[in-house]
């Protein structure tokens, strides 16, 4: 769907929805949204800001199966009062979440980094899925402060939160942050996250009389 979408856009669109996906993009989300004074890097997208706001509102209002991918996370955590820091502002780290800017696609999503399931986590519960894991790391922003209902399911190995999932919604919120389309069937990990997205688009088409 387009970026530019203004509420009635949003309240005309979610009842066809069976689920709701937000992906990854290029551009960051603007400091100011999360109230923030550090200064902006990268590209920005306000016109997507204000348009995934109103979708996610919309969405857990309605019970709409709600996933985020990498910027959609991080939307997400946004939309629930949570904040975002870059790591190129924090200074010595373990290791980086984002392969050099002049590496060629096939390199930056290969840069990968270990994890670990958090454990009784909504990530092992749902997805059945338990322990270390491996994941593709293309991110320079992170999340700082978790948003209000949001847990963290995944930290990377030096902390970072990799994945989240939504405790009181009517309906699924689950993100992770790093690509799971990337490449779709290499782990059983993001396997097991698109069958969990298909599932819960089946159950919402139901709920919508298909």
Avoid at 118 to 137: D, Q, R, Y
Avoid at 152 to 158: L, N, R, W, Y
Avoid at 163 to 190: I, K, L, M, Y
């Amino acid at each position: 769907m387009p970026n530019n979408l203004d509420a009635d856009d949003v309240i005309n669109l979610l009842p066809r929805m069976d689920a709701l996906l937000l992906t990854g993009s290029n551009s960051n989300i603007a400091p100011s949204r999360y109230g923030s004074t550090q200064a902006q890097r990268g590209m920005l997208d306000v016109t997507r800001d204000n348009a995934t706001a109103r979708l996610i509102d919309a969405a857990v209002e309605r019970g709409t199966p709600l996933f985020g991918i990498c910027r959609g996370l991080q939307e997400i955590n946004v939309a629930f009062g949570g904040s975002l820091a870059d790591e190129r502002d924090i200074g010595t780290q373990e290791f980086s979440h984002h392969a050099p800017d002049d590496a060629s696609l096939e390199a930056m999503f290969a840069h990968a980094h270990g994890a670990t399931v958090v454990p009784g986590a909504a990530f092992e519960k749902v997805l059945g899925v338990s322990g270390p894991i491996a994941v593709n790391s293309v991110h320079y922003q992170r999340i700082d402060r978790l948003g209000h209902g949001l847990a963290a399911t995944v930290h990377a190995d030096d902390g970072v939160i990799e994945a989240v999932a939504a405790s009181g919604t009517r309906a699924p919120v689950f993100a992770v942050q790093w690509h799971p389309e990337w490449p779709v069937n290499q782990h059983p990990h993001d396997i097991a996250f698109w069958r969990y997205v298909g599932e819960q688009a089946r159950l919402g088409a139901r709920s919508n009389g298909a």
